[in-house]
């Protein structure tokens, strides 16, 4: 089962993303943005905690039924890992377009000695975002390489509008773009190869889950992410209907 989820994934991997450029993150200071894994094997995918028992990646990410943990990579010599109970992607989801890109685990976390922040990092909306964003992943510095580093990392992007996005990916593609998307350009920073599925922050809100890209770190060329505010219905309505974790 392992190395089918490895296949499967490696062939998608021209379109996975993975950070290229950026800061290395504070060790501890993001608990929420973790490593999404097979098998408690390599990496795959980013992913982010909403709360302590329901995290959110891209759907793409979990197409093959693996046993899915996530690993809490950030947390200094900490390899805590959370099991992923169940995987929900969005009923809409278009593995040829990317549409409705987005995937929500149903997790167990031991949360013992964690300082777990109560925050709400859903935003209200997406109407009218702009401005800076942060984006992040265990991502390489070289587009050329494979090699993940043991720590997170942090890119600044800007979020640019879907008609400048169009025009931007039109040289080169012919992009199908809807509502529930979002685009965002770094200068000389940007999400790449290997870590699909991380957060897009702007204002502390979880605003992104990258999705896809066709170059990595190109100031022209931006990045493609799940629209979260877009989808805000999805995630309360499948966060409602899933079996709730009870402690004894």
């Not at 992410?225 to 409602?240: D, V």
């Amino acid at each position: 089962m392992l190395l089918m989820c490895l296949t499967i994934l490696t062939t998608d991997s021209n379109r996975v993303k993975r950070i290229i450029g950026g800061v290395e993150v504070d060790c501890g200071s993001q608990i929420r943005v973790v490593s999404l894994r097979a098998d408690s094997s390599r990496h795959l995918c980013g992913a982010v905690l909403v709360t302590k028992d329901i995290a959110l990646t891209a759907a793409h990410c979990v197409q093959t039924p693996c046993n899915y943990v996530l690993q809490l990579s950030n947390l200094c010599d900490d390899s805590r890992q959370a099991s992923v109970l169940e995987v929900i992607k969005h009923s809409d989801y278009d593995k040829y377009t990317r549409a409705h890109d987005i995937a929500l685990l149903r997790i167990h976390l031991d949360t013992h000695n964690i300082s777990w922040s109560v925050d709400n990092i859903l935003p209200n909306t997406s109407f009218g975002l702009s401005g800076e964003c942060i984006a992040y992943g265990y991502g390489s510095t070289d587009s050329n390489t494979e090699i993940l580093p043991d720590r997170l990392k942090a890119a600044n992007l800007k979020i640019i509008s879907l008609d400048e996005c169009t025009d931007i990916l039109g040289l080169y593609v012919a992009p199908r773009f809807d509502y529930g998307m979002l685009c965002a350009l770094g200068n000389g920073e940007d999400t790449c190869q290997g870590d699909s599925g991380g957060p897009l922050m702007c204002a502390g809100k979880l605003q992104g889950i990258s999705s896809y890209g066709l170059s990595c770190a190109v100031p022209t060329v931006p990045g493609v992410y799940t629209s979260i505010g877009m989808h805000l219905p999805w995630i309360y309505h499948t966060m409602e209907i899933i079996p709730k974790e009870t402690t004894a």
